[in-house]
């Protein structure tokens, strides 16, 4: 059964062994971080921090650190429900077959059961702080050059200033003072359109910031739902039961009854502060930039409250057990707004955003494209950089084989797409501008158009250090850096040793980048962007479509400009070293 608030959650982690309470007294900044890094690389438990300096709260992190801890918050009836939606829908189709609508009478009255209701015993309500004080609460700084504390686990709810549809989103908060935060409200996310519209109205936005509440309406906040749709219906979908709300004593908005903290207050329409940096899941530190402002005008919280927190950097962590159980949960409803999608996977190594693939069916020459326009065009999908589309159903988690598929069919004179002159990632820092940069598409569909070599023979030029092979098709060399050569990568097209492998990266570190596949694409996909790094050995174009000739090289080295790579610092790293027996010598 589903979990109504966190603490619930919590204790049945405690009663499975699957939580470690750390009473020894640690510090927020950074102490904290780097233990659960160390211990999520471990497939580790969750852990409950109990003595915290700075803050009466006790700190709850890695919660969703494994896939079985994901499955216990997050899984029941609401998942299965999720999953026969496809069925239902199909089966209830003109022309209406009336037994079949007899037959699900008992899954449609689950509508009935699901949504918001309110109430008036409000565990949120318990004790409010006006004026608030944010330095109180146990905020985390999680790398060395971080601007400064962030809230990285806040569920911001807005209203559509006119409509009234509300949004459930997860944005981070920078701490500023004990009244204001940044508010990362990304390009393309349900948020920063309500604030769009707030601008144009010249209105403060009203906003409320619950931490915890019922595990469902995280996954929620972070699902990438089409604009309109309810996050708090899918909540109460996977709860299975209806959200709590409770009413605001000072605000517009409705309290999350069953949070442990509430941050009620506004962002004004005009007001920026510079943000940042932040070590983001990309791995790397987004750089300062200006972003809106909350103003907090109360906190709420419970009876002795849960602070909950989470930790991101270099792929894999916690995000990315969450974001592939939404992944897999939401596959069923991916052929209802996109019918020629059967199947689609964004890549968690890459950042989510960096790449996808997807099973799309062709009836007609190109139909290919009409699924990649979908795909491009649908919410946060939108975002995505890099897109592999095949025409077999396969496990598209076993990215090697995807690869392999779409090298032997791709032909380059015509099955590679890239798109300038585009929205990006606030997060890519590989295209000109913040927020600007290129997509690429690539096909593999019908027959094989080539065999695939799977050893590397012959001598490299001499500039180049090191020959991979990553899989079957495609090679990963290292040479130069971007700065002493930038011009390598069209030399390397040019090299009658490569020819015959249609794939090519330039990679820092060909040992690193081919070592495992997670370091594969992450090494590869957060480093390059395609309409400034992609070579072949001729280009020509026709019909405005540029015709490549293999072997095509993605030079995916470090760029001058590019954010740098998070890392634990030195000083952090000898104080863990020091005090590890000591966090867990009192269990």
């Known amino acids: 059964m589903p979990f109504a608030d966190l603490q619930t959650y ?46 009466p709260y006790p700190v709850a ?78 905020v985390l700084t999680t790398w060395k050059k971080d601007g400064g504390p962030f809230l990285t686990l806040p569920l911001v709810y807005t209203e559509h200033p006119e409509t009234g549809a509300h949004n ?61 749709m309810p996050e708090l219906m899918l909540a109460s979908f996977l709860l299975d039961d209806k959200i709590k709300l409770t009413h605001n004593p000072i605000g517009p908005l409705p309290l999350l009854a069953q949070a442990e903290f509430a941050l009620v207050g506004y962002v004004h329409p005009e007001q920026v502060l510079p943000e940042g940096p932040f070590g983001d899941h990309y791995g790397y530190y987004s750089l300062q930039h200006e972003y809106p402002v909350f103003t907090c005008e109360a906190v709420f919280n419970r009876k002795n409250p849960i602070f909950p927190a989470t930790i991101v950097g270099k792929p894999c962590q916690e995000d990315y057990f969450i974001g592939n ?11 209802l707004a996109m019918p020629t999608v059967k199947n689609l996977w964004s890549y968690g190594e890459t950042g989510y955003h960096s790449l996808a693939a997807a099973v799309v069916e062709e009836r007609y020459k190109r139909e ?32 090697r084989g995807v690869l392999e598929y779409i090298l032997e069919r791709t032909d380059f004179n015509t099955d590679f797409f890239v798109f300038s002159n585009l929205s990006m990632d606030t997060l890519d820092y590989t295209g000109p501008k913040i927020n600007e940069g290129s997509k690429a598409v690539m096909l593999g569909m019908g027959q094989p158009v080539r065999g695939l070599p799977s050893e590397f023979h012959g001598e490299p030029p001499a500039n180049i250090t090191d020959v991979r092979v990553f899989c079957s098709g495609c090679l990963v060399v290292s040479g130069p850096s971007f700065s002493e050569d930038p ?3 069209e030399r390397i097209a040019n090299t009658p040793t490569f020819f015959g492998w249609p794939l090519i990266i330039f990679a820092d570190d060909a040992k690193f980048s081919t070592s495992t596949v997670q370091n594969f694409l992450w090494s590869t996909f957060t480093r390059f962007e395609p309409a400034a790094d992609i070579y072949s050995r001729s280009t020509t174009v026709h019909r405005f479509h540029p015709r490549l000739q293999s072997p095509v090289v993605i030079d995916a080295r470090t760029k001058p400009g590019f954010p740098e790579e998070v890392t634990c610092d030195e000083e952090t790293k000898k104080l863990v070293d020091a005090r590890w027996t000591d966090y867990f010598s009192k269990r």
Not at 14 to 40: A, C, G
């Open 10 to 55: 919590i204790t049945a982690l405690r009663n499975r062994n699957d939580l470690v309470e750390i009473n020894t007294y640690v510090d927020p900044y950074l102490e904290i971080p780097e233990i659960h890094r160390r211990v999520i690389a471990e497939s580790g438990p969750a852990l409950l921090f109990t003595n915290v300096q700075g803050s």
């Open 61 to 138: 992190t890695n919660l969703f650190g494994t896939k079985e801890r994901v499955e216990l918050a997050f899984a029941g009836a609401g998942a299965n429900f999720i999953a026969n939606i496809k069925q239902v829908i199909q089966d209830l189709m003109p022309p209406l077959n009336f037994d079949k609508l007899w037959t699900e009478r008992g899954f449609l009255n689950k509508f009935l059961t699901v949504g918001t209701k309110y109430t008036k015993k409000s565990p949120i309500t318990s004790h409010m702080q006006i004026p608030p004080m944010l330095q109180e609460l146990p």
């Open 168 to 228: 459930l989103g997860m944005y981070r908060m920078q701490i500023y003072d004990n009244s204001h935060t940044g508010m990362h409200m990304q390009i393309g996310r349900g948020g920063g359109f309500h604030l769009h519209r707030a601008r144009q109205l010249n209105k403060n936005l009203p906003v409320n910031v619950f931490l915890g509440g019922p595990p469902t309406a995280i996954l929620a906040a972070i699902a990438p739902m089409p604009e309109n």
């Open 325 to 335: 159980y939404v992944q897999e949960l939401l596959s069923p409803l991916f052929p």
């Open 368 to 399: 290919a494209m009409v699924s990649a326009f979908r795909i491009l065009g649908e919410g946060q999908l939108s975002l995505t950089k890099f897109l592999l589309l095949i025409d077999r159903e396969m496990d598209l988690k076993n990215f």
């Open 487 to 489: 011009e390598a990568p």
